[in-house]
């Protein structure tokens, strides 16, 4: 037995009475040696200030480094300088194991090149655990009896914990290393995870087909991954109930950035989800950029007093969420539509839609939860931006329930509001289109549900005045809730059929307001003020100015200023100083003239003051 110059010394550490029961046996010709006991592991290597081997056998060929265990075996950490063994650092196998070590010089140093073990690997730290069917390990040299590791592979059945409710599975697991800071140890710089991958942090789950983690060390000195990248078949499920699914998904959990990609990416919580190509969720500012085309979803449940509602939306640029600010940007035709049971249905269109909810403060904030509200929305169409291009529009639609079984639910009330621009701001009660625009009103319920009140903010038809108006005006529109006014200003135009009527009622001026009011709430509370506040406003008058013209039936009147009064179903007309009002009636042989008249629609009366003897021609000859 010789004991080769520059090789690590092998000796057993056991009693003299196992000694007795071991071979050590040294082939000096082919300078192999074996090492055996009876089992369990009853051979036992130790590597000076490395650690320590246990197995059944050793076969160790100091000509060429290499030292082969068959069967189980078990790695233990060195000796600490407490002189306690550090047995919490342990590898250990059930079926073989191959260690390479350099060759210098034609003799076998301790400077580890490679090992490979098979068989329910497991490798320990104390506090992480990872365990295989097989791994194997690269070495690169720090001086010519020392190493670090370089490489590590792991197949079969991968599970790897951190002590720290963190846990990663996969097929196979590929751990590149660097050395570390001082150059003596090394830092693991990027994992690869492969087949049926699955990553659990606490209550947070991802899963794919691959991921790739990438790490380094941060300022005080622990290991931080820095960017995470997840292919194929990606599921993620967040603590709060969050998940995503797409093809691919990177993440910078330092930043708290993340990118969701995929031909059918979707973002899912609580009855809501968002679908798109290309997802950005920025954590710090609690953002959530669609940056492709997407579809959103919202459903709700029905409840005590309120019915089942849905809520869709469609874009073909991208959306932004911003739940700090409470900030939500829709851009490229942009749709929404969301019904309320099966009797209520609103729509919008707009190439652009800027939305101001409630902030959220988000979870560690000390500031009190509250229902998150709609504060302002904006819509805006492509007529600004292009010749050819199209309006925003507003659409409310409002059912009677089906009379049987058989018949489906009538279109009972409708809402059309069309503009460059749209904006309504829902705290104030306000609805403005600061550009040229229409608004379409109908309204065909029974005449035995006159009594009902109206549920649009827009309905002039006052109370019993059913059929359906058309706005137009090339100036503004403005809705002010809180004075219940509206006023549309420059070249205005209404046409309004009554139920039943064969001709509409029109009129024409350069500035219209109309004046509603609203009765106390059924529980004698305030008055409605918000626009998401049941609107039961009815009509009480329409002032027009500026080169008024009316037509109702075959009467036509002309005035500088008209007051129609809806509750006595009156129309009241004057002139400036030095024009007229004129009533032309085809029955009649001259047209009337006055400085003021009033007509009274529900009897087709006139009441003339201040008459004038001269002759007008008809505005429309």
């Known amino acids: 037995i010789r004991r080769p110059p520059r090789s690590t010394p ?3 550490s056991a009693a003299s009475d196992v000694y007795k029961r071991q071979l050590l046996d040294y082939g000096v010709t082919k300078r192999e040696l074996t090492l055996a ?4 592991l009853g051979a036992q290597v130790v590597l000076s200030g490395r ?52 060759v210098v010089d034609g003799e076998m140093t301790s400077r580890l090149t490679e090992a490979r073990a098979s068989g329910g690997v497991v490798a320990t730290d104390g506090e992480g655990r990872l365990t295989g069917a097989s791994f194997t390990a690269l070495f690169v040299p720090l001086d010519q009896t020392n190493s670090r590791i370089d490489h590590l592979k792991v197949v079969g059945q991968v ?36 087949g049926s991958v699955r990553g659990v942090r606490d209550l947070a789950v991802l899963e794919s087909e691959l991921l ?3 790490i380094t060390r941060d300022a005080t000195k622990q290991l931080v991954v820095t960017r995470l990248d997840a292919r194929e078949s990606v599921t993620f499920t967040g603590e709060d109930g969050v998940t995503a699914t797409g093809d691919r998904l990177e993440a910078d959990p330092v930043a708290e950035v993340a990118v969701l990609t995929g031909a059918h990416a979707t973002i899912a919580k609580t009855g809501t989800s968002v679908s798109g190509q290309a997802m950005k969720l920025e954590n710090a500012d609690r953002r959530m950029t669609v940056l492709s ?46 019904t309320q049971g099966p009797l209520a ?13 409630t902030p959220d403060p988000g979870e560690t904030s000390d500031e009190p939860k509250q229902a998150r509200r709609l504060l302002y929305a904006e819509a805006i169409g492509t007529l600004p931006a292009s010749e050819g291009g199209t309006p925003a529009s507003i659409e409310v639609r409002r059912y009677a329930p089906p009379t049987s079984a058989d018949t489906q639910p009538k279109l009972q009330r409708l809402m059309y509001l069309q503009g460059a621009r749209i904006l309504a701001d829902n705290d104030k009660g306000t609805i403005s289109v600061p550009v040229a625009g229409k608004l379409l009103a109908m309204d065909s319920r029974d005449i035995e549900q006159e009594g009902a009140v109206s549920q649009s903010p827009f309905d002039t038809s006052g109370g019993g005045a059913r059929g359906s108006s058309l706005f137009n005006w090339k100036g503004s529109l403005f809705m002010n809730r809180a004075a219940g006014t509206v006023d549309m200003v420059q070249g205005v135009r209404m046409t309004h059929k009554r139920l039943g009527e064969a001709r509409p009622d029109e009129l024409e001026c350069e500035s219209l307001t109309a004046s509603f009011s609203e009765p106390p709430p059924p529980d004698g509370g305030k008055p409605a003020l918000t626009l998401d506040q049941q609107f039961r406003g009815e009509l009480v008058s329409s002032l027009a100015t500026g080169a008024v013209w009316m037509r109702s039936g075959l009467k036509e009147l002309t005035a500088d200023r008209l007051l129609y009064d809806a509750r006595s179903k009156s129309v009241h007309a004057s002139a400036q100083e030095g024009n007229t009002a004129t009533l032309f009636d085809p029955a009649a042989t001259t047209p009337l003239n006055a400085r003021q008249l009033t007509w009274d629609l529900a009897s087709d009366k006139v009441r003339v003051e201040d008459c004038l003897l001269y002759t007008s021609p008809s505005p429309r000859d």
């Open 293 to 338: 085309p997407g579809v959103l979803n919202h459903s709700a449940p029905a409840t005590v007093g309120s019915p089942a509602t849905r809520a869709t939306a469609t874009w073909s640029r991208q959306l932004v969420v911003e739940d700090r600010s409470g900030r939500i940007v829709v851009e490229g035709n942009a749709h929404a539509e969301w």
């Open 212 to 214: 790739e983690a990438h």
């Open 37 to 40: 006991g009876i089992a369990p």
């Open 345 to 357: 249905k609103d729509t919008l269109d707009a190439n652009t839609i800027n939305l101001s909810v």
């Open 10 to 12: 092998l000796y057993s």
């Open 51 to 102: 650690g320590e081997a246990q197995a059944n056998r050793f076969n160790v060929d100091l000509a060429t480094g290499d030292a082969h265990v068959g069967g189980a075996g078990i790695l233990t950490g060195a000796v600490n300088e407490d002189g306690v063994r550090a047995r919490h650092r342990q590898l250990s196998w059930l079926s073989q194991a191959d260690f390479d070590f350099a």
């Open 159 to 194: 599970v790897g914990t951190d002590g720290r409710a963190g846990e990663l599975s996969s097929d196979t697991l590929d751990v590149a290393f660097e050395a570390s800071e001082d150059g003596s140890e090394s830092d693991p710089v990027l994992l690869t995870a492969q």
